[in-house]
């Protein structure tokens, strides 16, 4: 429901700015919070809280997110076009893991019924990945895969799913180029996610340069018999004589991983055996106000309970660099933190280009006006614990807690690599909108804004927008995540799921392609 009363939040005192919170926005002429507007300012942009003169600073968040252009009267429309995006800070001289103490005391009790592993992580699916080490061999396992789950997969009720791990990469590059390593890294990872039981089953074409033996050179090892025997696919065996060999062997091989799988059951396992990655897309000004804060009070509570948390998308915290060495808990989590965002930096230059290409015309529609101001909003979901590590792209955690994964800010990107760093849940937030999900894993959707929740009622999974709309707490709402991502984990179906809407994984590739 819109709101009655006309309504602007303002995140900290010393903001020149607040955002309009009411449901289609305000008119001009509306009298709200000490002024009165100028023109009419759509929902969740902002506001001139005072007048703001030519050159002067504009605080949100209580930070500077740009300068005045032209002079802004109070009650005036606070965009893009009329401020500009401030310097980068720079990563020398950063305040270095010393954050005041928060309440991290433990957090006992709470569990989820998941699949353990031999390797000691917990799956929250029980799923059959199909890993494909080039591009040429995706329509064949498609067909393949579409077969399997009409005619294999409903003799196995417990396992939930077969899916491809399909990727554009595998020949056509520079294999032994030193970039090389991150998408070669992904898909090793993405094949040992928690959610596949270690059940790695593999489909080669053949000649292609990313061979079975380079991906995964365990089964290749000195004293492995028939090397990748009954785990390996090769289409370009003498053997297949014709595509529906081809098929016949997939199949053959995945019947075999399917009754490993049918066998597992779900057991009792403590909240520290989850990992949770934490990204938004579609972003929106109440993204920060509403479904981020609301997170972070969420994956503070997992972080409490044991579990490792994981945050990430460089462009999107690199504004907030300071902040993030301030909460490393060690001088070296400060230093890796600022590696990333050097390698980064480096990277976007090779292109031409800076952080600011990372905003969308969808998050200046919805009241973002540049990466500065997005940032604020992105890092709060990360809530205030201590951040024990530090991911690098394409690598598996290996530290528990509350972790940095170094990912592109691109919504496929990031989730592809979070998932080769062992996530066994996904948490999605959204302002604008977005029907991504992921097959490897759930993935729990919350809408920052109620009208959003209200028409895609059916793709969304939490309406976090009733902390504006209905006054519930950030402390309540991060509850309420906090339980929906064990019943998740423990297998209640997301809106996703239930849709069977997902995104084609995407490998973050910086290499050559020859």
């Not at 614990?385 to 290996?398: D, E, F, L, S, T």
Request: with cysteine; aromatic share 4%; glycine share 10%.
């Amino acid at each position: 429901m819109a709101h009655l009363e006309p309504r602007l939040i303002k995140i900290h005192p010393d903001d020149d700015v607040a955002v309009v919170a009411n449901d289609g926005g305000l008119k001009a002429g509306t009298a709200v919070g000490g002024v009165v507007l100028t023109g009419p300012v759509p929902q969740a942009h902002k506001v001139a809280l005072h007048a703001l003169a030519a050159g002067a600073p504009v605080r949100r968040y209580g930070v500077v997110i740009g300068h005045v252009r032209e002079v802004i009267a109070a009650g005036g429309w606070v965009n893009e076009d009329n401020l500009a995006m401030p310097e980068p800070p720079g990563l020398e001289d950063l305040p270095i893991a010393n954050a005041a103490p928060v309440d991290a005391s433990p957090l006992a009790g709470h569990t989820f019924e998941g699949y353990r592993n031999a390797d000691g992580s917990v799956g929250t699916r029980n799923i059959l990945g199909i890993t494909t080490t080039v591009q040429c061999v995706a329509g064949v396992v498609d067909h393949a895969v579409a077969r399997i789950k009409a005619e294999l997969l409903p003799r196995y009720g417990n396992v939930d799913d077969v899916v491809a791990l399909e990727h554009t990469y595998g020949c056509g590059v520079a294999i032994d180029a030193p970039a090389a390593a991150i998408p070669i890294e992904t898909v090793r990872n993405i094949a040992r996610n928690p959610n596949f039981a270690g059940s790695t089953m593999v489909v080669s074409l053949g000649c292609e340069k990313m061979q079975p033996s380079r991906l995964f050179p365990e089964m290749f090892a000195p004293g492995i018999t028939a090397a990748g025997e009954g785990d390996i696919v090769t289409l370009q065996d003498e053997r297949h004589g014709g595509f529906e060999a081809m098929i016949a062997s997939i199949m053959e091989t995945a019947e075999r991983h399917l009754r490993d799988l049918d066998r597992r059951r779900r057991v009792t396992c403590p909240a520290s055996d989850l990992m949770v990655g934490l990204q938004c897309g579609g972003s929106d000004a109440l993204s920060g106000i509403t479904a981020n804060p609301a997170l972070g009070y969420a994956a503070d509570l997992l972080v409490r309970a044991g579990a490792t948390v994981l945050f990430s998308e460089v462009t999107e915290v690199r504004d907030g660099i300071a902040q993030l060495t301030r909460r490393a808990a060690t001088p070296q989590v400060a230093a890796d933190l600022v590696r990333e965002m050097a390698w980064y930096d480096d990277y976007l230059a090779q292109g031409m280009v800076d952080r600011s290409a990372n905003t969308t015309p969808g998050n200046k529609k919805g009241g973002l006006s540049n990466i500065v101001e997005k940032a604020m909003g992105s890092i709060v979901k990360s809530g205030s614990m201590p951040i024990a590590g530090v991911v690098p792209p394409g690598q598996r955690a290996r530290e528990k807690g509350l972790l940095f994964a170094a990912t592109p800010a691109s919504d496929f990107i990031c989730g592809t690599l979070q998932l080769a760093a062992g996530m066994n849940v996904h948490v999605f937030t959204t302002g604008r909108g977005t029907p991504y999900g992921l097959a490897e894993v759930p993935v729990i959707k919350v809408a920052t804004r109620t009208d959003l929740a209200r028409r895609w009622h059916d793709l969304m999974d939490v309406d976090a927008g009733r902390i504006v709309s209905a006054g519930v707490g950030i402390e309540e709402m991060g509850w309420e995540m906090f339980r929906l991502i064990l019943a998740v984990a423990s297998g209640r179906k997301t809106a996703a799921e239930r849709l069977r809407l997902c995104n084609s994984l995407a490998l973050f590739n910086p290499g050559p392609v020859t």
